[in-house]
């Protein structure tokens, strides 16, 4: 069956621009989340979905970061006024109801970002 | 403050011996346990989970052990296969699905 689906896979923009990064989870999860990793570091939690219910946003690093989650299914990450620190792989991960933690995450192959 | 800690940014084990790749953590709070497994290019794959209850799972190859007391967990590969080489991740989540992850072991399994 059909993965986690990011788009696009490569983004490469000049400083100050906006960048949109798409999500498409796999169908039937209820939960999508958004993380990063900047070169060498593991992955930094962003936010997450999960339902109907507010996102969980403390991952944020700035309000020029903000995400959406339309129909309960494709997610978009929008960084406006990108900046140099902004450059990395952006991850995104479904999952069945999360909540207890329990439900493994399967992960898109990323978006890498790279800010001139 | 880094609360999932992977002390060792590299191993280097041979073809069918065991692979142990160790994660430390601060949160006590932390009530569930996961390993990832990532090649280039590619997002993490999931590998194997442990709830906080446990002390140990097993799947196939793989085995999670969980310390508690020590805040410790490690992740056993044995008979270890070149095809095992890649970046591993503990992740770590209080009960809810935010995951906190370590900074990654590059394994290399020499034939």
């Known amino acids: 069956g059909a993965g986690v689906s990011q788009s696009p896979s490569n983004k490469v923009t000049e400083k100050g621009k906006d960048v949109e990064l798409r999500c498409d989870p796999i169908?039937?999860?209820?939960?999508l989340y958004w993380y990063r990793q900047s070169l060498g570091q593991g992955l930094e939690f962003l936010i997450y979905?999960?339902?109907?219910?507010?996102?969980?946003k403390s991952g944020l690093p700035s309000d020029r970061f903000s995400a959406e989650r339309t129909g309960g299914s494709v997610s978009t990450l929008t960084i406006q006024r990108t900046q140099q620190e902004d450059s990395a792989v952006y991850l995104c991960?479904?999952?069945?109801?999360?909540?207890?933690?329990?439900?493994?995450?399967?992960f898109g192959d990323g978006t890498r970002l790279s800010i001139l | 403050d880094q609360q999932v800690k992977q002390n060792s940014p590299s191993l280097s084990v041979q073809e069918g011996r065991i692979s142990i790749l160790n994660c430390d953590y601060t949160?006590?709070?932390?009530?569930?346990f996961l390993w990832y497994k990532k090649y280039p290019a590619e997002g993490p794959t999931f590998l194997i989970s442990?709830?906080?209850?446990?002390d140990k799972n097993e799947d196939g190859r793989f085995t999670v052990f969980l310390n508690k007391s020590a805040k410790h967990l490690s992740l056993h590969i044995v008979p270890s296969q070149p095809g095992d080489s890649a970046v591993y991740f503990c992740?770590?989540?209080?009960?809810?699905?935010?995951?906190?992850f370590g900074q990654g072991t590059t394994l290399q399994v020499k034939p």
């Open positions: 442990i709830s906080s209850i446990k």
């Open positions: 169908s039937g999860h209820t939960a």
């Open positions: 949160n006590s709070m932390f009530d569930y």
């Open positions: 979905f999960q339902g109907n219910s507010a996102p969980d």
């Open positions: 992740a770590a989540s209080e009960g809810t699905g935010k995951l906190i």
């Open positions: 991960a479904s999952s069945w109801e999360s909540g207890t933690g329990g439900q493994p995450q399967h």
